[in-house]
């Protein structure tokens, strides 16, 4: 793939982003009343009184703030002050801190739990719009909740993070992000997101730093944020990533026993370059090092998921069932994941690069040819038979403009470090 073929994959990102998902939250999902609304079923009909979600609108505060510092679009950075504006007033909660799991329709608090994994988001989407803004309250209240976490989530005896408590902090009983999920107290997932808004968060902190150089507060906070990100790194490392198979275990106890042994490819592959991102912001040569071939095998790992029209999979189960669907989310992650080890673990000018790129490049191309919504969005997912799945929504408390959006701006930030290296070569 030349720098003319790297350009032709990049505009066609930008457009879908750009013509495709974020008009589609900006003109059918703004709720007059405040926020998003909560859910679009998988025929795109508008259900207005489904609750609404923090994670949905944790979301789309990174997605548009993100968009915003990509393109400069202010019309980014208004959705973004939109979903602002509803989070501070509706999900942070003011008595006991952190935040509610989720609201109904007019706002009011539904399930006050504290899934830490919904907090995280929260930090990750106040983080960016700080680099967006740089208003440092948002940065103050990012900083505060990730207090909460490390205060009410952060298992220091054992290590980890559990995943959820009562609104007052107290143990609960069903700890689960979804009925899908087993309710384990530590789980990959929830690690991988908590690291993911604790390395956006220390990159707005170094931002803050930046700008005001004398100031030890600030200085402080990000020598914790950091040491919590690395010590998050490390636990993915050495104890979520299956030596044996590299594939990541998804369900812990409180002691890091596994539940089972499900090959989770999307995960998988998100995680492949998620874990690189957040060694790059550490900037810490031998955990970098330490990282760079770790993911590697992670990636590659994943990849057993991958079929040859592009595609990935979803989920191999411990029982030896196979859940063949394309979810959108995962294939989203696998153009990541590919564009990733096109960049970082191939050499320049080489079959191997090339390899990767025109394999990214094809797993895009299954995305718009079979997940893409000309009405705008994505679907779900294509069922194992190639019929799309309209049983689950096309916008709602999980399907949100995030994903495909971040593949759409990472992919062309990986991309023009690409065309870069390839300019380099060629003089």
């Known amino acids: 793939m030349d720098k003319t073929d790297i350009s032709l994959f990049r505009q066609e990102l930008l457009d879908n982003l750009t013509d495709n998902i974020l008009p589609y939250w900006i003109e059918k999902m703004t709720d007059p009343r405040g926020g998003y609304y909560g859910r679009r079923d998988g025929f795109d009909n508008l259900l207005p009184d489904a609750p609404k979600g923090a994670i949905l609108h944790a979301r789309i505060l990174w997605t548009f703030s993100a968009a915003y510092n990509a393109t400069g679009n202010v019309a980014y950075l208004y959705a973004a002050r939109q979903a602002l504006d509803y989070i501070l007033a509706n999900f942070i909660d003011e008595v006991y801190g952190g935040a509610y799991w989720s609201v109904t329709s007019e706002g009011e608090p539904l399930d006050t739990k504290k899934q830490f994994y919904a907090i995280a988001f929260i930090i990750y989407g106040l983080a960016e719009y700080y680099i ?34 009562t609104r007052e902090w107290q143990p609960i009983e069903d700890m689960r992000l979804s ?24 990159r707005a902190l170094k931002k803050s730093a930046s700008l005001d150089p004398a100031n030890s507060e600030t200085e402080q906070r990000r020598k914790k944020v950091e040491e919590a990100t690395a010590n998050l790194l490390r636990i ?11 594939h990541l275990t998804l369900f812990f106890n409180d002691d890091w026993q596994k539940f089972d042994d499900a090959e989770s490819y999307g995960h998988d592959i998100e995680a492949s370059w998620l874990l690189l991102e957040s060694a790059e912001v550490l900037a810490d040569e031998a955990l970098y090092a330490e990282t760079l071939a770790h993911t590697e095998a992670i990636a590659q790992a994943a990849l057993k998921g991958r079929e040859k029209d592009g595609s990935m999979v979803y989920e191999l189960h411990t029982n030896g069932h196979l859940d063949a669907d394309r979810h959108w989310w995962v294939q989203a992650e696998n153009v990541i994941g590919q564009l990733y080890l096109a960049r970082f673990h191939s050499d320049p000018d080489t079959p191997e690069e090339q390899k990767w790129l025109a394999d990214a490049y094809q797993s895009w191309r299954y ?23 309209r049983d689950d929504d096309k916008a709602g408390f999980w ?7 971040r593949m759409c701006l990472e992919s062309t930030r990986i991309l023009d470090k690409l065309s870069k290296r390839a300019s380099l070569i060629s003089k």
Request: negative net charge; proline residues 3%.
């Open 132 to 165: 967006a803004t740089g208003d440092e309250e948002i940065l103050d209240l990012a900083y505060s909740l990730f207090e909460s976490i490390e205060e009410h989530a952060r298992d220091y005896d054992k290590d980890g993070y559990i995943e959820a408590t």
């Open 179 to 202: 009925e899908r999920d087993a309710n384990a107290s530590k789980t990959m997932n929830t690690h991988l997101h908590i690291l993911e808004g604790y390395t956006n968060l220390l």
């Open 236 to 246: 993915f490392l050495h104890r979520i990533e299956n030596p044996e198979t590299h």
């Open 367 to 389: 995305i718009a040819d079979n997940l893409i919504d000309p009405n705008g969005e994505w679907y779900w997912s294509r069922r194992a038979d190639g019929t799309i799945n």
């Open 399 to 405: 399907k949100c403009p995030y994903h495909n959006s």
